[in-house]
């Protein structure tokens, strides 16, 4: 209900919802080894991406979000750190 009325948000990530209370636009930082999720704001990168999709005519588009997906420093680290 309240994703519904616009007051929260849903991620999903690996098939598993979480809830944000940022319901304005943003990207996201994805973690593949432990799901971790960073909130990455870039004006830049939402007004590029609609400039590249304005002339889509079949669909009213009015924001983008993008999720990056990687290893955070702490599973990155311990990747480096294993013989």
Known sequence: MLT??????EVN???VSRF???IEAHHHLICK????ITDFN???LID???????????F??????TNFYGFCIKCK???LSTP
């Open 77 to 79: 680290n311990k990747e």
């Open 42 to 44: 870039s004006k830049e």
């Open 13 to 15: 990530v690996k098939g």
């Open 4 to 9: 519904e009325e616009g007051l929260i948000r």
């Open 60 to 65: 009213k588009i009015n924001t983008a979000e």
């Open 33 to 36: 080894s432990c799901g971790k």
């Open 48 to 58: 590029y991406a609609l400039l590249l999709i304005q002339n889509q005519k079949d």
């Open 20 to 22: 944000e209370a940022k």
